[in-house]
């Protein structure tokens, strides 16, 4: 029996290390992507620290300084929670782009699969013809064969 060789075979090896590739980039958004929402976690959970702090000072004994500078702490905290969130959307198209390209790879792969199974499926059904042909080759000599000896047999 022959050997299946397929003849697109180095693009579907190059289709499959872009898929690889595709992946990774896809792994390194996401995680970008969840450790700005950490950051952001961070934030929201400092800024609810001052928020508390300011409480306490407000039970106790007045401070002016100490609630102003809290105030501006709490303040500083908005920007940087917004900011955060900035970062968070611009990480977030990141994963976006990065699912569609592994998407668009992913289908250009399978592609290529569904190509292969085609040409494999193929070169079975050429396999069993020529392997039909050559039995009935076979059968065809061996009926001949058979014909001139009874001839001969025949004949004696």
Do not use: P, W
Not at 51 to 80: F, H, P, T, V
């Amino acid at each position: 029996m022959a050997r299946f060789r397929y003849r697109m075979q180095s693009i579907l090896d190059i289709k499959l290390k872009m898929e690889t590739q595709a992946k990774q980039e896809f792994a390194a958004a996401q995680i970008r992507l969840n450790e700005e929402q950490e950051r952001l976690a961070a934030l929201r959970e400092r800024k609810a620290g001052y928020e508390r702090r300011a409480r306490e000072q407000l039970m106790g004994a007045l401070n002016c300084r100490d609630m102003a500078e809290n105030k501006e702490a709490i303040l500083r905290m908005d920007e940087y929670i917004a900011l955060q969130h900035i970062q968070i959307r611009k990480a977030e198209e990141m994963v976006e782009q990065a699912r569609k390209k592994l998407a668009a790879v992913m289908i250009e792969r399978k592609s290529h699969e569904t190509l292969k199974e085609k040409a494999f499926e193929q070169f079975l059904m050429d396999e069993k013809k020529q392997e039909s042909k050559e039995v009935d080759e076979l059968t065809s000599y061996t009926y001949g064969q058979r014909q001139k000896e009874k001839a001969v047999v025949e004949a004696v």
